[in-house]
């Protein structure tokens, strides 16, 4: 079965960086998605597997930079400059199709890393 698992969550000051990691077993799209307090799960970030294309929500443009490393099967959330509303659980999410920034169209969950950004 297709196991997904976050790394890299943590806490940081307002201004510093992390980078999360989704390790993937399969050939699929991922996305990250996150959840803070009170508030409904949000997309974040997304890769296609074939084509690399990527997608961002407004709130991180020019901030987070998704990638992947097809050879180690993972894909990577570098968080720049990150600000206390990027508190959250961050999840990645798989699908065997195109990437898509819409929550319910992923098959497969990791169970989340926890950032926290401290002011």
């Known amino acids: 079965q297709v196991q997904l698992v976050e790394s890299g969550g943590g806490l940081v000051q307002a201004g510093g960086s992390l980078r999360l990691s989704c390790a993937a077993s399969?050939?699929?799209?991922v996305g990250w998605f996150r959840q803070a307090p009170g508030k409904e799960r949000e997309f974040v970030a997304a890769?296609?597997?074939?084509?690399?294309?990527?997608y961002y929500a407004d709130s991180v443009k020019g901030r987070f930079t998704i990638s992947r490393d097809n050879a180690k099967n993972t894909v990577n959330l570098q968080m720049n400059s990150l600000k206390p509303e990027d508190t959250a659980v961050y999840y990645c999410?798989?699908?065997?199709?195109?990437?898509?920034?819409?929550?319910?169209?992923?098959?497969?969950w990791g169970q989340g890393t926890q950032v926290t950004v401290s002011s």
């Open positions: 999410a798989g699908r065997a199709y195109t990437a898509t920034t819409v929550l319910r169209e992923y098959d497969y």
């Open positions: 399969g050939r699929y799209a």
């Open positions: 890769i296609s597997w074939r084509s690399g294309n990527t």
